[in-house]
């Protein structure tokens, strides 16, 4: 019997692995071919979304301000460096420390998005939402 389920166990981990095998080869051929390369700028997809990106921005960048109460500000990744150098944890305060750095820096980069944004709602409503442009 315990000869019978170690054949069985080792039938069907050779069975998975080829299952495997076989799909990676696919995935790996898959990705082998050329794309075409794009015939145009996108500019009517974009202006599409335009208010949904304005929208996901502005809630982004309200997050990031928000008070040390708000899960994901700012703020409260800072009271957290904070308390560990208060702590004495200096590893922890390093990691944190690492992650305010780029959570400041993602303030500013979604302010220059939302600036970029606006200029791009602009030109998406002088050419018809890029209509006359496709």
């Known amino acids: 019997m315990n000869v019978r389920r170690r054949t069985r ?3 069907a ?8 095998a076989g799909t990676a080869g ?3 051929a898959a990705d082998s071919t050329p794309r075409p390369a794009p015939t145009g700028d996108g500019a009517q997809a974009l202006c599409k979304r335009v208010p949904k990106l304005d929208r996901r921005i502005e809630r982004a ?6 008070g ?14 904070d308390n560990a150098k208060k702590a004495g ?11 305010l750095n780029h959570r400041k ?3 500013t ?4 998005r939302q600036k970029d944004l606006t200029g791009v709602s602009a030109w998406c409503k002088d050419n018809g939402g890029a209509k006359a442009a496709s």
């Open 26 to 28: 696919t995935a790996a």
């Open 13 to 20: 981990g050779l069975a998975v692995t080829a299952v495997l």
């Open 61 to 66: 960048l309200k997050r990031l301000d928000a």
């Open 68 to 81: 040390a109460g708000r899960r994901g500000s700012v703020a409260r990744l800072q009271q957290r460096v």
């Open 9 to 11: 166990t080792l039938l």
């Open 89 to 99: 944890h200096t590893q922890i305060a390093t990691y944190l420390q690492d992650r």
């Open 105 to 107: 820096s993602l303030v």
């Open 109 to 112: 980069d979604l302010q220059q």
